[in-house]
C-alpha cells in the first residue's frame, strides 16, 4: 500500500492564484480530513470527509474548498490564495470507529 | 468545545534517562487520546491511543502514555531516551460523536542529547 499520497510537495502561487492540492489514499478510509500546520499552532482542521459524497468544515475552513467524489481522492481547493495561506498542509485518513489517523508526507506551500 | 494543551514547547533530556511530554485535555464525555511523533519534512506518526480499560498504554518505539481522568492528563514516557527519539510530539483528542474531530495540541519538541 502506499497508504496517503499528496502533490505537490512544494508549491509557490502569487495572491489571488488558485490551485488544487491533492490526496489520495489506497486503504478504503472512510475519513480523511486536511489540516493545517503553522509554527507553534500545532495542526488545524481544514475540512474533513466522513464518506463519499459528504464534507463539513472543520476549525478554519475560510478560502479552501473541498469534495469528496470517491473513497480515495480529496482534494483541497484554494480559490484565490492569500500570504495567510503560506503554510504547510497535511491530508490524513482513518477507518470509522476509533482508529488512529494516517498522514501524508505534507505541501509546502508559500504565497506571495 | 475540545482542546489539547501542551505546556512546555521544549524538552531537553540526556540520552538513557527517562523522559516526560505533558498533555492535558478537556472533553465533553468519554476522551479518545492520541500521541503522534513527526521527524523533520515528514507527516505524522502515530505512537499510541488511549480509549478505555487500563491508564497505562503502551505504544511504539518503547513510548507510553499514562491516562489520569481526574487531573485529566495523557503525558507520554519513555523509561530510557534515544537520541533518535528526538522529533515533535503531538498530543491529539477526538470526541466521542459520529464525526470524530481531532484536536491537535501545538506540539512539543523533544531533544535527546549524547
Known amino acids: 500500500n502506499a497508504g496517503v499520497t499528496q502533490t505537490p510537495k512544494f508549491q509557490v502561487l502569487k495572491t489571488g492564484q488558485s490551485m488544487t492540492l491533492q490526496c489520495a489514499q489506497d486503504?478504503?478510509?472512510?475519513?480523511m480530513s486536511w489540516y493545517r500546520q503553522d509554527p507553534g499552532m500545532g495542526l488545524r482542521l481544514i475540512h474533513y470527509?466522513?464518506?463519499?459524497?459528504?464534507?463539513d468544515q472543520g476549525e478554519v475552513p475560510n478560502g479552501y474548498n473541498v469534495s469528496r467524489s470517491t473513497t480515495e481522492d480529496f482534494p483541497l481547493r484554494l480559490l484565490s490564495a492569500a500570504p495567510s495561506q503560506t503554510s504547510v498542509y497535511f491530508c490524513a485518513s482513518r477507518e470509522g470507529g476509533i482508529h488512529e489517523q494516517y498522514f501524508g508526507p505534507g505541501t509546502r506551500l508559500t504565497v506571495t | 468545545a475540545q482542546s489539547v494543551a501542551q505546556p512546555e514547547d521544549q524538552v531537553n533530556v540526556a540520552e538513557g534517562n527517562p523522559l516526560t511530554v505533558k498533555c492535558t485535555y478537556s472533553?465533553?464525555?468519554?476522551?479518545?487520546l492520541f500521541w503522534y511523533v513527526q521527524y523533520p519534512n515528514r507527516g505524522l506518526q502515530f505512537l499510541l491511543k488511549?480509549?478505555?480499560?487500563?491508564?497505562l498504554v503502551k505504544g511504539s518505539y518503547g513510548f507510553e502514555a499514562e491516562f489520569n481522568k481526574s487531573q485529566t492528563s495523557f503525558h507520554l514516557k519513555k523509561p530510557s531516551a534515544l537520541v533518535s527519539d528526538s522529533a515533535l510530539y503531538f498530543c491529539?483528542?477526538?470526541?466521542?460523536?459520529?464525526?470524530?474531530?481531532?484536536?491537535f495540541g501545538d506540539g512539543t519538541t523533544l531533544t535527546v542529547k549524547p
Open positions: 470527509s466522513v464518506g463519499a459524497g459528504i464534507t
Open positions: 486503504m478504503n478510509h472512510e475519513y
Open positions: 472533553v465533553s464525555g468519554n476522551p479518545y
Open positions: 491529539a483528542v477526538r470526541d466521542n460523536t459520529n464525526a470524530g474531530k481531532s484536536t
Open positions: 488511549y480509549i478505555t480499560g487500563d491508564n
